[in-house]
């Protein structure tokens, strides 16, 4: 069993930043690519990020190309989404997911992902 740990969500005013983090257990986390998701209020849930599973590929979604970046600290089991220059349209709850095989294709689509945390808020202020 698989289980993914967000945190670092919180409130910040537009231009700024955060870091979040996603922890995952179980001795397989080095053989995945990981994703982050995002869900605002009343829209679907779209795909942020993603990193390979030994962390030398990423794949960054056009809307937050340049402000975030996807990295992973395998040794620790976890996988960091650094948000940068944030913007009111940021807000929203942010997931982490685990790719449900072994690929090094990147996937944007949630079918790909088949463990996922239970997010944490994020709030751009203006």
């Known amino acids: 069993q698989v289980q993914l740990v967000e945190s670092g969500g919180g409130v910040v005013q537009a231009g700024g930043s955060l870091r979040l983090s996603c922890a995952a257990s179980?001795?397989?986390?080095?053989?995945?690519?990981m994703g982050w998701f995002r869900q605002a209020p009343g829209k679907e849930r779209e795909f942020v990020a993603a990193?390979?599973?030994?962390?030398?590929?990423?794949f960054i979604a056009d809307s937050v190309k340049g402000r975030f970046t996807i990295s992973r600290v395998n040794a620790k089991n976890t996988v960091y989404l650094q948000m940068n220059s944030l913007k009111p349209d940021d807000t929203a709850k942010y997931y982490c997911a685990r790719r449900s095989r072994t690929s090094v294709v990147h996937s944007a689509a949630m079918s790909d992902y088949d463990y996922w945390g239970q997010g944490t808020q994020v709030t751009v202020s203006s």
């Open positions: 179980g001795r397989t986390f080095t053989f995945y690519s």
């Open positions: 990193v390979s599973a030994s962390g030398s590929s990423t």
